[in-house]
């Protein structure tokens, strides 16, 4: 069965760094999306991309986050100057044909900053 | 703002007994409603979903019952096993594809 895959599965840096986290997403879909999950709390909603182009972002998702497609196969969110607050599970998804709302979540990418 | 919440942080259930899981939402435009299930050090994992156009959905011993009029979503597993202990979250969507999830519940189920 075809399914999301990330990498690393856990980053650790120093406050200030840049970290990329990287997605594979399904092969065959067309809409992504970055959700984190802060230790102990709910899933939330960072940023939706298609078509190229982000869709949708969160108030969370400020000038220090940014996502890209670089090749056809994978997604990536990069975070410019980490900070301490950032420390969280990032979960990557992707999303098929448009009359289906089911997302495939990958395992996730446990980051921590230091 | 309208959020998706949970009203029992962790459920206990004996094995072999059916579980409820409940999960109230207050944004009225949602038009669909995802469960997920999440083991420890894994992503959301799809178990059922359900549009605000129907009431119930079955699956393979799973049922989504939703309630429009006062805003509730409830997931049931029938005849509950040691595999189905992890957390769950309910998700709504509104406009747009982003998913609006919930606080989670624990479910243990003991022997």
């Known amino acids: 069965e075809p399914e999301v895959t990330q990498t690393p599965s856990h980053q650790v840096t120093q406050m200030g760094q840049e970290v990329i986290l990287r997605c594979v997403p399904i092969s065959n879909h067309l809409y992504f999306y970055w959700y984190r999950q802060i230790l102990g709390q709910k899933v939330e909603f960072l940023v939706s991309?298609?078509?190229?182009?982000?869709?949708?972002k969160s108030e969370i998702f400020d000038d220090q986050f940014s996502v890209e497609r670089p090749d056809g196969s994978n997604f990536t969110l990069k975070i410019r100057s980490t900070k301490l607050e950032d420390s969280a599970m990032y979960f990557c998804a992707s999303k098929g044909a448009d009359n289906s709302y089911e997302q495939y979540f990958g395992p996730g990418t446990r980051l921590t900053v230091t | 703002g309208e959020s998706v919440g949970l009203h029992l942080p962790t459920l206990s259930v004996q094995e072999g007994d059916n579980s409820i899981i409940n999960c109230a939402y207050s944004?009225?435009?949602?038009?669909?409603f995802i469960w997920y299930k999440q083991e420890s050090g894994k992503g959301p994992q799809f178990i059922i979903d359900?549009?605000?156009?129907?009431d119930k959905r079955q699956g393979q011993r799973v049922t989504v019952l939703l309630n429009k009029t006062v805003k509730h979503l409830s997931l049931q597993i029938a005849a509950t096993q040691p595999g189905d202990s992890a957390v769950y979250f309910c998700a709504e969507k509104a406009a747009g594809n982003k998913l609006t999830f919930g606080g989670g519940t624990r479910v243990l189920v003991k022997p």
């Open positions: 944004n009225s435009a949602s038009d669909y």
């Open positions: 359900i549009r605000s156009n129907m």
């Open positions: 991309f298609y078509n190229n182009e982000i869709s949708e």
